[in-house]
């Protein structure tokens, strides 16, 4: 059922944020108020500009946060990047909802943060539990790997003609960026989803043999997967110059495919958005030019 209430979103400058806010114009046709915030208002010109109640919330300052959510009915809290220690970013964010009368938080996790490795998962869960105890009716939308992510890899796998992991032959349900903002729209929008939890995911699950397929029909060069030990292919990303609390998170979402926890398949988000999610290979056609020179 549709609702007339007022909407929030949280980290609206965010790539997802502002997605969801395109996402929400398009759908609201002006039936629902429409607030923004973000840590620094003055990113969210375009959104105010165009009618959006635009306020500045930061959730490591749980002060700004009582104005900011004043009046918001339904309220998306999108999971910050401050990954293990947004925790207590985020209890002060639901604390503020409660205080400020919201009826419905709408919230960003990960897939299975049960029982994942991802280094995410923890915090995930521990918001989801938190939500759940607030007395809030909520949506809870775990949002799987987005398949915006790859873009950054794929250069150097095309160049190197071997895409690299260690992700022992298991499969990922990759899901765009987009599709996330639709769906976290479509429970904003609706009151069908409440107390309610979602996999977030693409049409399919993909192995990296079958992704090396995939890159190697869209190159036209033959591209080869490459399962190393995870201590290896550790090594082989510090070696490439990330730091090594970035090599631990890349590979801990390498092991969460290996353990089989990302490879569910749902259709929530055509049941949430209206619209079915896009496929893997769909989106690098479109988005080829990103990783091929
Ligand atoms: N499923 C996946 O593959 C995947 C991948 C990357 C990230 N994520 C998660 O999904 C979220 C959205 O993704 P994205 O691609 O939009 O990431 P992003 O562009 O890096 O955005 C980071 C988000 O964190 C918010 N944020 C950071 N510190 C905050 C604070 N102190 N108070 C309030 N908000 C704060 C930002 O809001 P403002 O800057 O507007 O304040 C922004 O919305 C990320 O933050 C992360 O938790 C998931």
Redesign the pocket.
């Known amino acids: 059922m549709a609702n007339k209430g007022t909407l929030l979103v949280?980290?609206?400058?965010?790539?997802?944020?502002q997605q969801v806010l395109e996402s929400l114009l398009k759908k609201s046709d002006g039936k629902n108020k429409i607030i923004a915030?973000?840590?620094?208002k003055n990113?969210l010109k375009s959104f105010t500009d165009r009618g959006v109640d635009t306020r500045s919330?930061?959730?490591?300052d749980a002060a700004s946060l009582d104005q900011a959510f004043a009046g918001a009915d339904r309220l998306l809290i999108?999971?910050?990047?401050?990954?293990g220690s947004?925790l207590a970013?985020h209890k002060n964010?639901i604390d503020a909802a409660v205080k400020a009368g919201v009826k419905h938080l709408v919230y960003?996790s990960?897939i299975n943060p049960d029982r994942s490795p991802a280094l995410?998962a923890a915090d995930h869960i521990a918001t989801e539990k938190l939500i759940e105890k607030s007395g809030l009716t909520y949506t809870i939308l775990r949002?799987?790997?987005?398949t915006d992510?790859l873009l950054g890899a794929l250069p150097h796998a095309i160049q190197s003609g071997t895409l690299a992991g260690a992700q022992g032959g298991g499969r990922q349900a990759y899901v765009t960026?987009e599709d996330?903002a639709r769906a976290a729209a479509g429970a904003l929008l609706s009151e069908d989803y409440t107390n309610a939890i979602y996999d977030i995911t693409g049409p399919r699950a993909v192995s990296y043999p079958e992704l090396a397929k995939i890159l190697s029909e869209i190159s036209g060069k033959e591209i080869k997967s490459l399962d190393l030990p995870a201590s290896d292919y550790k090594g082989a990303l510090v070696g490439s110059g990330l730091p090594e609390p970035v090599a631990e998170l890349f590979l801990s979402f390498d092991l969460s495919v290996k353990q089989g926890s990302v490879a569910g398949v749902s259709t929530a988000v055509k049941d949430l958005s209206g619209q079915a999610p896009q496929d893997i290979k769909d989106f690098l056609i479109a988005n080829k030019k990103s990783f091929l020179s």
Do not use: E, P
């Not at 949280?10 to 944020?17: E, F, I, K, N, V």
């Not at 919330?57 to 490591?60: E, I, L, Y």
């Not at 999108?78 to 990954?83: E, G, K, L, W």
């Not at 949002?143 to 987005?146: G, I, P």
């Open positions: 949280t980290g609206a400058s965010g790539h997802l944020g915030t973000s840590r620094d990113k919330a930061d959730f490591g999108i999971s910050t990047d401050a990954i947004r970013q964010a960003t990960w995410v949002n799987s790997f987005y992510n960026r996330c």
